[in-house]
């Protein structure tokens, strides 16, 4: 039960959050964000996920070179 319950609780207070933000927000609101999405310089969040995705390995190298002599 415990274990079931540190998978799920997590996952509904985000889809409750997401949830109530949604429901917060009016429909211009909504609109413009929605439009702000689409103008996005799709350049930049690719750069920031890559730069990302290269910090995580970075790192999974240097612990793995790290336990190695263990």
Known sequence: MLKKLKIFLPLF???????????????????????SIIKADYKYIFLSFLIGILSHLSRAHRWRYMLNPL
């Open 13 to 35: 207070i985000g889809f409750f959050l997401i949830y109530y933000s949604y429901n917060i927000t009016s429909i211009a609101e909504r609109k413009f964000i929605i439009n």
